[in-house]
């Protein structure tokens, strides 16, 4: 079976960190498609549009037409959204996070902290984002044994539900004494 491609959408103006961002992705074992928005309007703009919709969105704070904090302040995507930024102030990175943000990423001067800097990112996000198509392609270990779909969430049954759902117990059901 062939891995499907992870969609990243890279919110970035400018060009030098787009080629880094591509060089440093190129080298990561995992498909990557890599969308490009230069300015704030594009990314509103291919977020809002259907059927795209990305894995994980890495965002410049300093954006040309609409920032990346009011970016994050009118687009609230279901998916992680990592800021990758050269600003070093303490609120900016508050306020990504209140906004919704999974990560603020201060962005390395140096070329090989930048490729693994990357690297890493993509490695943490693009788990959760496998889990969730494996979830979806393959029935879960709670499926096999018969379990409701209901109760399987990634493969992981919780036993209160089971209980009270399977057996009629309680999540009180005192199963040692």
Same mark, same amino acid.
């Given at each position: 079976?062939?891995?499907?491609?992870?969609?990243?959408?890279l919110?970035?103006?400018?060009?030098?960190?787009?080629?880094?961002?591509?060089?440093?992705?190129?080298?990561?074992?995992?498909p &990557?498609? %890599?969308?490009?928005?230069?300015?704030?309007?594009?990314?509103?703009?291919?977020? !809002? !549009?259907?059927?795209?919709?990305?894995?994980? $969105?890495?965002?410049?704070?300093?954006?040309?037409? %609409? @920032?990346? #904090?009011?970016l994050?302040?009118?687009?609230?995507?279901? +998916?992680? $959204?990592? $800021?990758f930024? @050269?600003?070093?102030?303490?609120?900016?990175?508050?306020?990504?996070?209140?906004?919704?943000a999974?990560?603020? +990423? #201060?962005?390395?001067?140096d070329?090989?902290?930048?490729?693994?800097?990357? @690297?890493? &990112?993509?490695r943490?996000?693009?788990? =959760?984002?496998?889990?969730?198509?494996?979830?979806?392609?393959?029935?879960?270990? *709670?499926? @096999?044994?018969?379990?409701?779909? =209901?109760?399987?969430?990634?493969?992981?049954?919780d =036993?209160?539900?089971?209980?009270?759902?399977r057996?009629?117990?309680s *999540?009180?059901?005192?199963?040692?004494?």
């Amino acid at each position: 079976m062939s891995m499907k491609p992870i969609e990243l959408l890279l919110v970035e103006d400018g060009a030098g960190d787009i080629l880094l961002m591509k060089q440093a992705l190129a080298r990561e074992s995992t498909p &990557i498609s %890599i969308h490009v928005a230069v300015d704030g309007k594009q990314a509103m703009e291919m977020l !809002a !549009a259907r059927p795209f919709q990305p894995d994980l $969105v890495i965002l410049d704070l300093n954006l040309p037409k %609409i @920032s990346g #904090l009011s970016l994050l302040e009118r687009f609230h995507p279901d +998916v992680p $959204v990592i $800021v990758f930024t @050269s600003s070093t102030n303490p609120r900016d990175r508050e306020r990504c996070l209140e906004l919704g943000a999974k990560e603020c +990423v #201060l962005k390395p001067t140096d070329l090989d902290d930048y490729r693994h800097v990357v @690297s890493q &990112i993509v490695r943490n996000w693009e788990r =959760p984002k496998r889990e969730r198509q494996r979830a979806i392609d393959t029935p879960s270990h *709670a499926e @096999s044994l018969g379990f409701d779909i =209901p109760l399987a969430v990634g493969g992981f049954v919780d =036993p209160t539900t089971v209980m009270r759902t399977r057996w009629g117990g309680s *999540a009180d059901t005192n199963f040692g004494s």
